[in-house]
């Protein structure tokens, strides 16, 4: 854990003190089982996230892509009977050839990924509407698959199971990225994509790869999404996820330059989020001020991570500068 | 250091006294007795010139003469540190960057500071658009029409005033600079290095530019190191050499070999010739066969490299030396041609490629593709081999630790540990660090472009020494320099690029810096030996 994401978590305990005095519900059973269900959706999202900016990437389709792909499943399974198990292989390899297509532009055919990505987001909810006709897709009365919605929505000792998915998808992740050979890569090409050519590393494949990882996460979290409000307008559905999500790896550490972040910032980054959220619903804030209570926040938590950045630059500057008065500077 | 100097007496038109008596008109610009020093260096000392009005001065010297500072203190960038600058009459300690501009010295620089989004007109008038009246200040398109149709007339322009500037090629580019430059009244027009990018017909019509410009009374001043072009167009040549004034050569005395001559300034020394006891060629290592790069698609380029020799590659900068590095190490795409490997063709699709076959490049830009700043020495050093530092796909430190630790020894990089940040590091240091991945994974042949450029001179000895001790464990090793002392020291071959093809071939006998100089400017060496390699 780096010290910003101890600064986070400090924040994300602050702020649950504060809001657990004002209205003691925060704590209660119910509201944390909700809350961190919701985190474990959001969060899945951010780390897929994440993979992409460490690249110095940027994956704007995530929205889109849980409306179409949550359609697809619940069509796959309540209209087209196919069986949940495979429905749900489809839709994560759905996911990871979306992913690829990005990555694939973006690698070799030279795309900026904000364009990619941006063109993805207007497809996939286009041909979501489209699908369904602008209809709903939803389960029929009295349709039910029990091991898929004990999986997805059910809980386990009192927590979610998609809890305990993040948990797992996290830890697994945090892996890859940390301390493995891919993940050096991404963090290598991140900070310097010319270099770590020169270095002999196949950076189009790295990148592709990181964009499918956050295809198949997108993909899964889509199903999650799906079983949690079992019914899908694709009009609306999952509109904005892809800035919770940015937002959440921006308030994790991660620079939007690439090279730059940590995946439990990620995760603390999404609980923040959450919790700001919730704090609008508990403390009766205008649920209209949703958005501008995260904006405001995450530009202030920005602002603070910087500033002190640069007051500590600067004090490392000064006290370069004071022993080096006698002796000469190194370079 | 210990060379003999050519007799000064090829200083046929003194220009360093004022009582000559042979000025007509009165000097546009002259320089007196100038100096200038950097910390450890003396950039520029007594040095004298001076332009007349619609004069054509070429001006040479190696990498490092001293030519940047000249233009540096004309420019008004830089104060020299003694010694006079006269303007049309008047008489400067140093000028001023507002001097300069306001006495109508203008410089086209070889990277050419256009906006390539804009049109012709909007270039030439940048932030002194003609406005119409009105509160809006809308640009007045049509007075800048009128303003812009006669400058482009002046440079003989085949392109129209409303052309896109990324439309054109780079010779009306240059042209686009020079109208701008003479649209403010410039009375000397500087031109650095201006074809050294263009193609054989564009360079013609920048020629023509420049005689022109003659033609209107404009002075010129004229850097090239394509000697040809400066025999063609230039009234006198003021040659640079260590920061010196090497000599003037009226137009009479303007050739080739005599620029050249010049330029090196000295006879050989027997150290760059006699150098080591031929070694025993080893087998052929690297084979590029008739091989085309982007930048030269019309010159094919064949080269051999040998296990234990170090090929030193001469040439001007431009000559196509660092592109065929990046075709040999996968970067750039071959577009013809074929490259074999111990005999064996090789297809090298991308530096990973090259990497995967030992071919290894230390690239000329150190800092942008050479090492990863952010990253620390130990992970510098095992990222083109990570997997081999790594059980079941995971880093181990302890692995990677070992490694660095042990190159950190082997190589001498100084920092205070292997964890320490490389953008911390000296330029010397970091370049042992790029050495030491390559190192660290038994190289076949080793590529290094401009290896010690910016290092100090203790660091430059010692990747000297590491470069002859691969050659001796039977590494092929290409050096790439520009450095004429490094190439001919170092080198146990040199092959010179002129324009995107290799001009020839130096066996340790016929080494000397104008054999090389001699190459790289096209002409053929004067060889020892009928038996010589060049072609």
Known sequence: MTKKDLGLLILILVVGAVVTAINPRFLSAINLANTSNLVALFGILSIGQAFVIITGGIELSVGSVIALLGTLFIDFIAVREVSWPLAFVLILALGAVIGFVHGWLITRLKLQPFVVTLCGLLIYRGVARFYTADGTAGFAFGQNFPTLEFLTAGRSYGLPNSFIALIVIAIVMWVVLHRSVFGRYLYAIGKNEEAAKYSGIRTGRVIIAAYVICGVLTALSAIYFAMYTRSISPASHGQFYELYAIAAAVLGGFSLRGGEGSLVGAVLGTVLLQELQNLVNLLGIPSSLNFAVMGGVILIGVLVDQQWGVFRARRRMLEASRRGVAGAPAE | ?535
């Open chain 2, 1 to 535: 250091m210990g060379h003999r100097l050519l007799p000064r007496a090829v200083n046929y038109g003194v220009m360093t006294s004022t009582d000559s008596t042979q000025p007509t008109t009165a000097p546009f610009l002259s320089l007196e007795a100038v100096r200038k020093t950097y910390p450890g260096v003396v950039a520029l000392d007594r040095f004298s010139m001076e332009v007349r009005p619609g004069e054509v001065i070429g001006l040479v010297g190696e990498n490092g003469a001293g030519k940047s500072t000249l233009m540096k203190i004309l420019g008004g960038v830089t104060r020299p540190d003694s010694g006079t600058v006269t303007v049309d009459g008047a008489a400067h300690d140093g000028l001023t960057v507002e001097q300069s501009i306001g006495s109508g010295i203008a410089f086209v620089h070889q990277e050419l500071n256009l906006f390539e989004n804009l049109d012709v007109a909007a270039n030439i008038f940048f932030g002194r658009e003609p406005l119409r009246a009105g509160p809006l200040r809308l640009v007045d398109r049509a007075k800048l029409r009128e303003m812009v149709a006669p400058l482009l007339k002046r440079v003989g322009a085949n392109f129209s005033a409303d052309a896109p500037v990324a439309s054109l090629s780079l010779a009306q580019q240059q042209m686009v600079e020079i109208a701008k430059a003479l649209s403010i009244k410039a009375r000397l027009v500087i031109l650095d290095e201006p074809t050294s990018s263009l193609p054989m017909a564009e360079t013609e019509k920048l020629l023509d530019v420049i005689k022109g410009l003659k033609a209107q009374g404009i002075s010129v001043i004229f850097i090239s190191h394509r000697l040809h072009e400066i025999e063609r167009v230039a009234d006198r040549v003021v040659v640079l050499r260590d920061g010196t004034l090497a000599g003037t050569l009226p137009k009479s005395h303007i050739n080739h070999d005599e620029m050249v001559r010049l330029m090196i300034g000295r006879m050989l020394k027997e150290r760059e010739k006699a150098g080591e006891a031929a070694r025993a060629p080893g087998s052929v290592a690297l084979s590029a066969d008739a091989i085309r790069t982007s930048t030269y698609p019309d010159r094919p380029v064949s080269l051999e490299l040998k296990r234990g020799e170090i090929l030193g590659l001469a040439g001007l900068v431009g000559s196509g030396r660092t592109e065929l590095a990046r075709v040999l190490f996968g970067i750039d795409e071959r577009l013809a041609g074929s490259v074999a490997l111990d005999g064996k063709p090789l297809n090298v699709g991308s530096a990973a490629d090259a990497v995967a076959n030992g071919i290894f490049l230390v690239p000329e830009d150190r800092k942008l593709t050479g090492i990863l700043l952010d990253l620390s020495i130990a992970q510098n050093i095992s990222l083109p081999n990570l997997p081999a530092h790594a059980r079941r796909s995971l880093v181990s430190a302890g692995a990677e630790l070992a490694t660095a630790e042990k190159q950190k020894k082997n190589l001498g990089i100084k920092a205070p540990s292997v964890l320490t940040r490389t953008g911390t590091l000296s330029g010397g240091n970091q370049q042992k660090v790029v050495l030491a991945k390559w190192l660290a994974m038994n190289p076949k042949v080793m590529i290094l472009d401009e290896p010690t450029r910016g290092i100090d001179i203790g660091a430059k000895a010692e990747i000297y020494g590491l470069m002859r001790a691969l050659a001796d464990a039977g590494v092929a090793v290409l050096m790439i320099s520009s450095d004429m002392e490094e190439v001919i020291g170092v080198s146990d071959r040199i092959a010179v690029m002129h324009e995107g093809q290799i001009s020839g071939i130096l066996d340790k006998d016929d080494f000397s810096q104008e054999n090389v100089l001699l190459l790289a400017v096209g002409k053929k060496p004067k060889l020892l030996q009928t038996a010589g390699g060049a072609q």
